[in-house]
């Protein structure tokens, strides 16, 4: 079974910053894309950035320059550094892994940006 567990939403100010971790554990033999996306109100589910296993990582254009990605392959972990942060930030991310014909999504995380 393939369990993936996110943290690190809430409420924060325009300006400030949040961190978001997912974690991936399970029968996984190789995790080739793992990366995050979002989803606002009355929108579709974009993508935000990922990082291809020993590959480039991909930004939206939107968020370029302010959230920083790691992934750390040996934990199958993945953390994105939420900088300067705009009330056009506020969505459920969701955390989202993939490899041959597996395609996994955790439950999401509330981000809020607001004062």
């Known amino acids: 079974q393939v369990q993936l567990v996110e943290s690190g939403g809430g409420l924060v100010q325009p300006g400030g910053s949040l961190r978001l971790s997912c974690t991936a554990s399970g029968n996984i033999p190789r995790i080739n894309f793992m990366g995050w996306y979002r989803q606002a109100p009355g929108k579709e589910r974009e993508l935000v950035t990922q990082v291809p296993y020993g590959g480039e990582t991909t930004y939206a254009d939107s968020v370029k320059g302010r959230f920083p990605i790691s992934r750390e392959y040996s934990k199958n972990t993945v953390s994105l550094q939420m900088n300067n942060l705009k009330p056009e930030d506020t969505a459920v991310y969701y955390c989202?892994?993939?490899?041959?014909?597996?395609?996994?999504w955790g439950q999401g995380t509330q981000v809020t940006v607001s004062s």
């Open positions: 989202r892994i993939f490899w041959a014909r597996f395609d996994y």
